[in-house]
């Protein structure tokens, strides 16, 4: 049963600063707000992510599952389409900027305003 409740505590913590990093960035938001919204204590928070940026690190990777996801969903779910509306589906899926892409995109600007050259080859 720990197990269960500390799976269940972490599922908290990542939606809830997926939502908040969403909305105001990841560096206007601190972990004192990310365990208010969650509702767990700030030793449940270390004990489970160490970090802030551990968790910023595990909310892209859980965007990212949830994006493949979807993609698979798509291309396996719906048998009656014919491949043209996968590919369409699929496309407003990736164009829809407020959907499952908008937290990584929004890490790309954050890291490029911090590090103007961390993209330059």
Do not use: W
Request: glycine share 2%; proline share 2%.
């Amino acid at each position: 049963m720990p197990n269960l409740q500390h799976s269940f505590r972490a599922l908290k913590v990542l939606h809830a600063a997926t939502d908040l990093f969403n909305q105001h960035g990841f560096h206007n938001i601190g972990v004192d707000r990310i365990i208010a919204e969650a509702r767990i204590s700030k030793a449940t928070f270390y004990n489970i992510f160490h970090s802030k940026a551990r968790l910023i690190e595990m909310c892209l990777t859980f965007q990212k599952d949830a994006l493949k996801d979807k993609v698979f969903s798509i291309l396996y779910s719906y048998q009656e389409l014919m491949v043209l509306d996968k590919l369409k589906q699929i496309y407003f899926f990736h164009t829809n900027l407020e959907g499952f892409y908008r937290l990584p995109f929004k890490a790309i600007f954050e890291i490029e305003k911090l590090y103007p050259n961390a993209y330059k080859v």
